[in-house]
């Protein structure tokens, strides 16, 4: 995982844009009583690990694995899936889903976006727009972070 960048020296107040985004997920992930996985879509990773360390995502009891096609290794009862709206990246949540229902496993799901995509899942939105990647740079992430909405 990336080291949180220093942004004291910023020329606007990043600091408080990394602050909001970390509260929005923990207060997310502190909703979801108990032991959690939460699975990250691989690309978002990286700004993900700029915005919370992994230590507080274990404090909030959340362990953390990468979204991929192999079916999803953990003990949690409770997946919390942070991905883009993208079609791969779904057949790969629907792909664990149905991986885990062959094994009969009872477990929670729940997706950070806005697409309903399953009856069996609790749908939720983390809008991760724009990352600080350091006092002078900040990163949007998804596509349409930067459009004028109608």
């Known amino acids: 995982m990336a080291q949180i960048p220093n942004l004291d020296n910023a020329a606007i107040n990043l600091t408080s844009l990394r602050e909001q985004s970390q509260r929005e997920l923990i207060t997310i992930l502190r909703n979801i009583r108990g032991k959690k996985c939460l699975v990250i879509d691989p690309k978002l990773g990286g700004s993900i690990s700029l915005i919370v360390p992994t230590s507080i995502l274990k404090e909030n009891g ?64 983390f809008p991760l727009y724009m990352v600080p990647l350091d006092e002078d740079i900040l990163s949007f992430e998804l596509d349409d972070a930067y459009k004028v909405r109608p």
């Open 62 to 125: 959340a362990e953390l694995r990468y979204l991929s096609s192999d079916p999803l290794q953990t003990e949690c009862n409770k997946i919390v899936f942070l991905a883009r709206k993208l079609l791969d990246l779904m057949k790969h949540i629907s792909s664990n889903i149905q991986d885990d229902i062959q094994k009969g496993l009872q477990r929670e799901y729940f997706i950070l976006d806005e697409e309903k995509v399953h009856h069996l899942l609790t749908i939720g939105e």
